[in-house]
């Protein structure tokens, strides 16, 4: 049984495909690919919480703030993952595992060693896809996101100071990371632009990952994208103001459904589109990347041309 592992990266349309994988699991099933119900699901991110050597909101909002307690809660997992394998390769012959989080989290590279050494015995074959997309782009993205989650800095100061020392945003060292334990042969980068996907349709281009032929079949369906949109600049205004009034987890460490179900609220009122890049200052900030944007280009898309400005 062969492995795909989606390890995103974050703001590339991973929930999108995620939540596509899931709605066509039987379909997907009839030709032999299989996803987990044990790893968390549509999100499989409960395995790269397991390995990654620190707690972070996805234990915290489970109300799990140590690691005695990280480790009842995993009580038996990778055991009852290993037995859910053992069914699974029974009918099929690829198992899909998708999380971005696996790009935001196992930042040590001990953290993908143990993930290796963990699934290298279960499969016959490990093969590493993600998504990238310009540093400009993912923190403008990830801004909108960390407001809806709680953050309450202004976009002037949010991450201003990145570089190429961030592994967060150096794809380049981050790639070396996983291919060190998974083989460079085995990490396949893609470009998170619509004009290079399958059908200019991000789901089909995953699907073409996983059998060049399946995009075509009638079994699967393509419906609407839900999209996971941007806030605008007055959704951004009022929902960190709820974020100072109400923080993510209150003084007693519990999450603060309150907070959530009114940024939920913000998030349906309509707004005018968020504001388009400014060209120029894409240029400016991608310049810090330029060293390692060179060398992820010429390693790994056989190009000297910095793609992102394409």
Request: net charge positive; glycine share 4%; charged share 25%.
């Amino acid at each position: 049984m062969k492995c795909i592992l989606h390890i995103g990266t974050e703001k590339t349309g991973s929930t999108a495909i995620q939540d596509w994988l899931y709605q066509n699991e039987a379909a997907l099933s009839g030709h032999g690919i299989a996803l987990s119900h044990v790893l968390w699901c549509n999100n499989n991110r409960a395995l790269c919480s397991y390995f990654q050597s620190y707690l972070d909101d996805a234990m915290w909002d489970r109300g799990i703030r140590t690691e005695e307690g990280k480790a009842d809660y995993f009580t038996g997992f990778l055991e009852r993952f290993s037995q859910e394998i053992e069914r699974l390769r029974k009918n099929h012959t690829v198992l899909v595992i998708s999380s971005e989080h696996f790009h935001s989290r196992l930042q040590y590279p001990k953290d993908i060693e143990n993930l290796k050494l963990f699934l290298q015995p279960l499969f016959s074959e490990i093969k590493i896809i993600c998504y990238l997309r310009d540093q400009y782009s993912l923190r403008h993205s990830l801004f909108s996101t960390a407001i809806k989650h709680g953050e309450t800095t202004p976009y002037a100061l949010f991450q201003d100071d990145v570089d190429d020392s961030v592994p967060y945003y150096n794809y380049h060292l981050m790639l070396s990371k996983w291919a060190d334990q998974f083989g460079q042969e085995n990490i396949h980068p893609r470009l998170f632009e619509q004009k290079n996907w399958q059908g200019h349709d991000l789901r089909k281009d995953f699907l073409s990952f996983l059998d060049p032929h399946l995009p075509d079949k009638t079994e699967f369906h393509f419906g609407k994208e839900r999209p996971n949109k941007s806030l605008s600049q007055p959704q951004i205004r009022v929902a960190r103001l709820i974020n100072r009034i109400f923080p993510r987890y209150r003084k007693n460490g519990q999450y603060s459904w309150i907070r959530d179900r009114l940024i939920w609220l913000v998030c349906q009122i309509p707004g005018p589109p968020p504001k388009k890049s400014d060209t120029r200052e894409k240029e400016i900030f991608l310049k810090r990347f330029e060293k390692s944007n060179r060398a992820l280009f010429q390693e790994y898309f056989k190009s000297d041309k910095n793609l992102f400005l394409e």
